[in-house]
T-cell receptor, first 117, second 110 residues
Framework: EAQVTQNPRYLITVTGKKLTVTCSQN?????MSWYRQDPGLGLRQIYY???????DKGDVPEGYKVSRKEKRNFPLILESPSPNQTSLYFC????????????????FGPGTRLTVL | DAKTTQPPSMDCAEGRAANLPCNHS???????VYWYRQIHSQGPQYIIH???NNETNEMASLIITEDRKSSTLILPHATLRDTAVYYC???????????FGPGTRLSVLP
């Protein structure tokens, strides 16, 4: 089944303890992205990646790192989590360049609910 | 990417058509209109997208005005499971940042 998976789905941690949220897609998509969603602020893009080894900042990159060493995986790293990073996180992927156009239909994972105490 | 404006909320009776409007008056020629929805706290779900022609798929229809400054998403026979936040997004066919606005909260009422 074509899907985007995220792990863990739920995580409670403490301030300063490094963590990684994994994201994997099995659709051979070029483009991957991370979002966070907070009440009243909607979905905001953290980082995105147009292809392997190519990443760029979204709207709210501070406090996050990403890497894209292989096409299928796009982990989100919080080196020193703080309470203001408590949020619902979504990973997404889209096909990218196919033929003459960029296929931009994004497929989202189920979300990771992170609480930082 | 062009900015979009949507009503914050709408109600629709079950079984009736739900028509969700979106204003994108600053849209440029190479920008597509995308619609997504998010049911409760699930990951957003792609619905449909278009450039200038009207589009239809198994989920919905997208009507784009001739001047492309506004569009309407139509759910032909709304069910209770269509209750969700619907996002209208305008962006280039190639591109980087993907911006979600506050969307329209659609409530389908029995």
């Amino acid at each position: 089944e074509a899907q985007v998976t995220q792990n863990p789905r739920y995580l409670i941690t403490v301030t300063g303890k490094k963590l990684t949220v994994t994201c994997s897609q099995n659709m051979n998509h070029e483009y991957m992205s991370w979002y966070r969603q907070d009440p009243g602020l909607g979905l905001r893009q953290i980082y995105y990646s147009m292809n392997v080894e190519v990443t760029d900042k979204g709207d709210v990159p501070e406090g996050y790192k990403v890497s894209r060493k292989e096409k299928r995986n796009f982990p989100l790293i919080l080196e020193s989590p703080s309470p203001n990073q408590t949020s619902l996180y979504f990973c997404a992927s889209s096909p990218g360049w196919g033929g003459e156009r960029f296929w931009d239909t994004q497929y989202f994972g189920p979300g990771t609910r992170l609480t930082v105490l | 990417d062009a900015k979009t404006t949507q009503p914050p909320s709408m109600d629709c009776a079950e079984g009736r058509a739900a028509n969700l409007p979106c204003n994108h008056s600053t849209i440029s020629g190479n920008e597509y209109v995308y619609w997504y929805r998010q049911i409760h706290s699930q990951g957003p779900q792609y619905i449909i997208h278009g450039l200038k022609n009207n589009e239809t798929n198994e989920m919905a229809s997208l009507i784009i005005t001739e001047d492309r400054k506004s569009s309407t998403l139509i759910l032909p026979h709304a069910t209770l499971r269509d209750t969700a936040v619907y996002y209208c997004i305008v962006r280039r066919s190639y591109g980087q940042n993907f911006v979600f606005g506050p969307g329209t909260r659609l409530s389908v009422l029995p």
